[in-house]
Structures are given as C-alpha cells and as structure tokens.
C-alpha cells in the first residue's frame, strides 16, 4: 500500500498543472458591442440594464481573475435622490442605505503586494431612453446606447486589466467601471469618500471616457497633464502614432476630476466630441475599432513607462472651467475640441439653431466673431459670452482655405 502522503503530492502537483493563467485575448469589440447592444436600454443609472452591464463586467474581471474590491464583491453600491428640478443639485447618500435610486460601482483589483496603485477608470452608465442630457430632439422615444459614451472607455479598462494581469508589478492596479457620471461624477465621488483601498496609496488614476472615435488624423486629447511633472515627458516619449492635444487641467466633466481634487495625478484620454454624442445614434457600428487597440497599446506604454518611477509628484493645475464665461446665447454647433489650429473649427450643427439657419456646415473654421478676433476655443467662448439674443453679428469663417462671412441672428 502506498504512502497516502504520496497521493496528496501527486494531487497537488496534478492541481497546478490544470490552473494555466489567463492568456491575453483582444476582446474590445465584443465587450463593446454587447455594453451599447439594446439589450442593456441605455444603462441608465439605477436602471434593470446597468444592473446588466454590471455584471458582465464583473464577470469579465473574475475570468481575467482579477480579485473583486467592491463592498459587495465586485460591487461598490451607493444611492441618490435623483433632482426635483432642472437647477438642483443632486445629493447621494455616503452610506449604503438606501436613499431612492441605487448605483453601482464595479471594482477590480490585481494585488502586487506594492505599496502604491494605479486606478484605471471609466463610467459604464449612459442616458437609459434619453431623460435629462439628451441631445435628440425627435419625438420617439429611443434607446441611447452610448456606444462611445462610454462603451468605448470601459472596453479599455477591461483590456487593459488583461494586459497588466502579470505585468508592471512595481504597482497595484484598481479597475473601476464607475456608474453615475451623467447625473454628475456620482460614482467616482462616492468612492474617493468611501475608497475600498487605502486612498493614499494611490499612486496615479487613469480615466478613459469618449475614445472610441479616432479620427484619420489620429488626434487624441489628454488632460490632467499638469497634475504630475512627469506626466508630458512620458506621454511623449511613448507615441509615434497621435497628434496629441495637450490639456495641463485635472478639472474636467468626467471622473478624473474627484480623483485630482483628492490631490492624486490624473490623466484622461478622449478622442473628441462628434454628431451622435448623446443622441441614440451612438452605437457600435460607428466606432473606430483599430484606433482602440492604438490607444489601449499607448495607454499601457505609459503605464509600463511609469512602474519603475515609484510614487509620483503631485501638481495642483489651474481649473481652466473657473475662468469660462457664461452665455446667454448659443450658435448650435459643437466645436471641435481636438482642433488645434488658429480659430474655431465646427464639427456638428444643431438642426433650427442660428448656425444651421445662417448656413455653417460641419468643418468651417471661425475666425471673427463680430468685432472679436477667434484664435482658439477660449477667445471664442468668451466673444459669445458678450453676445445677448437678437443680436445681428457678422460672422466671419474659413472653408476650403477661403474667408468668406455670414450674418448671424442670435
């Protein structure tokens, strides 16, 4: 008879030859296609199809096995009393008791046993059937799938926690798909109030929202480039693809902004707005699925890049949002963000509005706005911002390299 203590080893030994690791997949595409398919309605905050896409995502992250970090598993639920009116801000609960709509945060966590981590974000909710921040102005109710917004961002962070699962182990890596950024960074400010981890030993947060859409110039924006002295030198030392749109703030509408404001580095990619952004026309058939992998592979250089810098500076930055005048008019149409030329290139017109009315068309460039000179973004905002409705103005713009003006009722 043999040595029972032999069929143990033999057991072991037979145990670890069976648990091979996770082999790296490219799955962008799918994880995509099914967070925008209408299956999951828009995944509206609270609503039957985030509760769907939270959790394939957790599922996603358990099969790359990566461990759960939420309070609940992979979960990290908070509630909210959604606005009474347009003008009211909205007040979520810093418990987990319930207070009328509960959102979840879905969290990740690979454990290097480092004493420092990187967070990689992006908010998986979207506009559910188009309530408040919709863009559509049909009278049909239809689903918003948020392909780009923000299907794209959390394909990334489902990728890219497959790229890292045994790589750059000098850090630990937090993966968040927050939920609540439409109705106001909701999900990302009640985690830097109620982290999972220790929120000092955060090292850096990367958050990823609208990339998706790549343009043929390969243009990317990032931001929060100010808020670490290392940060430009290594975005640049790593890309031989992008022309990079440079912005030094750690402020902005997404939710790498409550991570700056908790003093920690940020930065955060967008590929720009486009004609679909929160209409139902955002789906997956639109998205530049090439120019993913490009920013995936770019993102994970600079994490690479990175891992051996230990613990990075931190860099207040001036909150350029502050200094952004209010308006009392609009001309309709969306700028284009990653423009970086002299004046103000549009890139959609709004159906009934004075530009569409005046006759602007995708691509004119502005260049004086009445008496005021447009060279960039700010000085354009900030010609409209003198403006007041009924205004007649001479509107002078750029097509095919030609000057030519319009009048423009306001």
């Not at 102005?137 to 962070?157: P, T, W, Y």
């Amino acid at each position: 008879m043999r040595n029972p203590l032999t069929y143990i080893i033999f057991f072991l030994i037979f145990s670890i030859s069976c648990t091979s690791p996770v082999v790296y997949t490219n799955q962008i595409k799918e994880d995509l296609t099914f967070l925008s398919s209408d299956d999951l309605e828009g995944r509206a905050t609270g609503s039957e199809g985030e509760r769907k896409a939270a959790s394939y995502i957790s599922k996603r992250f358990k099969d790359l096995n990566v461990e759960a970090k939420g309070a609940i598993d992979y979960l990290h639920p908070f509630s909210f009393k959604p606005k009474s009116h347009p003008h009211e801000e909205i007040k979520f609960n810093d418990s987990l008791k319930s207070n009328g709509i509960t959102g979840n945060n879905v969290i990740g966590f690979i454990n290097n046993n480092s004493l420092n981590t990187v967070v990689i974000g992006a908010h998986y909710d979207h506009l559910g059937f188009g309530d408040q921040g919709s863009l559509y102005r049909g009278n049909e109710i239809k689903i918003h799938n948020g392909a780009d917004d923000n299907a794209s961002g959390v394909s990334l962070v489902l990728d890219l926690a497959a790229k890292l699962i045994d790589e750059n182990k000098n850090n630990n890596y937090l993966f968040i798909a927050f939920s609540g950024e439409e109705m106001g960074l909701l999900g990302s400010n009640f985690f830097v109030k109620n982290p999972t981890i220790d929120i000092s030993s955060i090292n850096y947060m990367i958050n990823m929202d609208m990339v998706g859409r790549l343009n043929d110039e390969k243009s990317l924006a990032i931001y929060g480039l100010g808020t670490s002295p290392i940060f430009k030198q290594t975005i640049k030392s790593n890309n031989d693809v992008f022309k990079i749109i440079e912005n030094e703030s750690g402020i902005g509408p997404s939710d790498h902004t409550s991570f700056y404001l908790q003093d920690i580095p940020v930065l955060h990619f967008f590929t720009g707005q486009h004609e679909n952004y929160h209409k139902p026309s955002d789906d997956s058939d639109l998205i530049n699925y090439e120019g993913l992998d490009l920013i995936s592979n770019y993102i994970f250089s600079i994490i690479s890049d990175l891992d051996d810098n230990g613990k990075l500076q931190f860099r207040k930055t001036k909150n350029e949002s502050q200094e952004s005048p209010r308006f009392k008019v609009s001309l309709g149409v969306i700028p284009d963000y990653l423009y970086d030329g002299k004046g103000m290139r549009i890139d959609g017109v709004s159906s009934g509005r004075p530009a569409e009315i005046a006759g602007f068309i995708k691509g004119d460039v502005i260049t004086k706005l009445g008496e005021a000179k447009i060279d960039d973004m700010m000085s354009y905002m900030k010609a409209l911002s003198k403006l007041k409705s009924g205004d007649l103005v001479k509107v002078e713009y750029k097509r095919d390299n030609k000057i030519s003006s319009k009048n423009v009722t306001f």
